[in-house]
């Protein structure tokens, strides 16, 4: 598959995958959700940016079947304590906003909100969108490789 083609699935995958969390209400779903479309558009090129697509023959470590199941792993043991942390600093913030007397200062808080929730979605949509760019190239003739052959470091 093509850039453009990795970078439009991430965008959407990402996007609908935070989406899909639905714990957010208001704007901490929209910032979620658009953190979600950032990370998924990065995530959908990162296999790309690890090893760079100036062949076909390209996949290796980055694009292996072995790297994708641990990143299931961290997506089920890891991400979620991230966006946790994330999400606790967005509601410190929303309460040290509240308790503001000064509009700039409640202003400054209220942005700090939404980049922590916009956090939480980045690093929720960044995994399943680099699963989506293996299973993208997993249909190509050349497919990617079930471990890495760690070629690459050698050279």
């Known amino acids: 598959m093509n850039g453009e083609t990795h970078r439009m699935v991430g965008l959407a995958t990402g996007a609908g995958y935070a989406f899909q969390a639905k714990e957010q209400p208001g704007i901490g779903l929209v910032m979620e959700m658009l953190g979600g479309g950032v990370g998924g558009f990065w995530g959908g090129r990162l ?11 390209h ?11 641990g ?10 304590a991230w966006q946790d942390f994330c999400r606790e600093q967005a509601e410190a913030q929303r309460q040290k906003q509240v ?13 700090a909100v939404m980049f922590w929730h916009f956090l939480a ?14 299973a ?8 990617i ?7 690459s470091l050698a050279a």
């Open 47 to 57: 296999p790309d940016d690890l090893e760079p697509a100036i062949s076909s023959w």
């Open 59 to 69: 996949r290796d470590s980055a694009h292996s079947v072995s790297v994708g199941a």
């Open 71 to 80: 990143i299931v792993a961290a997506m089920r043991t890891k991400v979620p």
């Open 99 to 111: 308790a503001a007397t000064h509009p700039f200062i409640q202003f400054l808080h209220s942005l």
């Open 121 to 134: 979605g980045f690093v929720n949509g960044v995994g399943p969108v680099y699963l989506s760019h293996l």
């Open 136 to 143: 993208l190239d997993c249909i190509t003739p050349r497919s």
């Open 145 to 151: 490789p079930m471990f890495p052959s760690f070629s």
